[in-house]
């Protein structure tokens, strides 16, 4: 998680307040982006808040793929100027698309544009040129009573699109999500049938379906001040600041986590969420085996993000 701070206000958020002013500067973004590499992570995805709002997107990025990582970004595409100069570093972008009306829109992601500025970006020549110079698309729906009767228009429109990856997520209770599950959560059981449906609906697209318990002890988030987290069902658990204000980092904190981590949920994860073109695919078949250990050095990817995506 590059920044806190967020242009749009989604109520299912799972990270911390939009409006939160904590970013990590730019000699943070270089020591984290050093710290990781020696310990054998391999690839980072860059969310937030919104990344493209963080005035040091291009140096992460920049610093990443001179580190040779893999590089992939998580934005709501509301800023596509900011993006054109970025695409061709990345591996893939993840998109999100949670409605077609403009009332989903408002419900979901706080603009009841959101639909419109999705299509105009994802069919844009700048977006087309970059997937065709090999960086991959994902897109990510989240399913909630707000929206559970677009998801069959959400396809046509992704099915527009073709992308790498259309993702389901269940609606996680954390963060902005934990204050309005009421309003926004439904049964398991009406979630798996709607993903099943879509899958049934649109056989061309390659779906993955997202239950909130896949995500638990499943990867890591590093938030703006630098505090290491992994998701539970309804909470975090944290680890510590990973780098403190001198830019010193803590390698307690990064063990203590390592620990707690999931690494077969881990792999498992990052191979659903990016088949085929996934770094760590080599590595999978043995933690689907039984190994499933977290140690330093063997820790395929960090997430940098705010909403546990």
Known sequence: MITG????????????????????????????????????????????????LSPILDHTIQHLVASDMWVALQTNATRPHRLANLLHNLNWIALPLDSVSDRAGLAMRTAKNHHRNFMRFAQSSQMQQARENGTALKIGTVVTRENIDEIGRIGESIQLIMPDVWKLYEFRSRGAGRINATALELPQTTFLRVAEEAQNRFPDLEIVISPAEVSLNAYLIINPDSTLLIPQR????????????????????WASAARALSVGKLSRNVAASFPEKNPWASGIDEVDRGLDVAVEGITPTTVFDRDGR
């Open 234 to 253: 309804d909470s975090y658990l944290s680890f510590g600041r990973l780098v403190i204000d001198d830019c010193t980092t803590r390698e307690d904190v």
């Open 5 to 52: 701070v967020c242009n749009l206000n989604c109520p299912f958020c799972y990270g911390p307040d939009p409006n939160d002013p904590v970013s990590l500067t730019e000699d943070q973004a270089t020591v984290l982006i050093d710290f990781l590499r020696d310990h054998g992570v391999e690839g980072v995805v860059i969310a937030g808040g919104e990344p493209t």
